[in-house]
């Protein structure tokens, strides 16, 4: 495991004391922020199967995989960012 991922384990199960006080430096391409509590634990909903038809063969139960990966972030930390900008981006999936 590597160090940072056991430190960041510890500290949030409470084997090491989160100090409020302590000030930090950060690296100008930090992304992360330190929270006290973990977010709930959602559901695993698994994958999912969509139909496709291709020319004449039919496929009822393909599943879904577009290598795609997805990063979402908060409008306001967006907005903290400089020279960012966003455009819209639209999927059809048919």
Avoid: W
């Amino acid at each position: 495991m590597p160090t940072y991922a056991k430190f960041m384990k510890e500290l949030l199960t409470k084997k090491r004391k989160f100090i409020e006080q302590e000030i930090i430096e950060l690296e100008a391409g930090c992304s992360a922020i330190i929270q006290k509590n973990l977010p709930p634990k959602s559901k695993d909903l698994g994958s999912f199967t969509i139909s496709i038809t291709i020319e004449n063969p039919s496929f009822g139960g393909a599943l879904l995989d577009s290598d795609a990966s997805i990063n979402l972030m908060h409008l306001s930390m967006l907005d903290r960012v400089e020279q960012v900008e966003v455009k819209p981006t639209r999927t059809l999936m048919v």
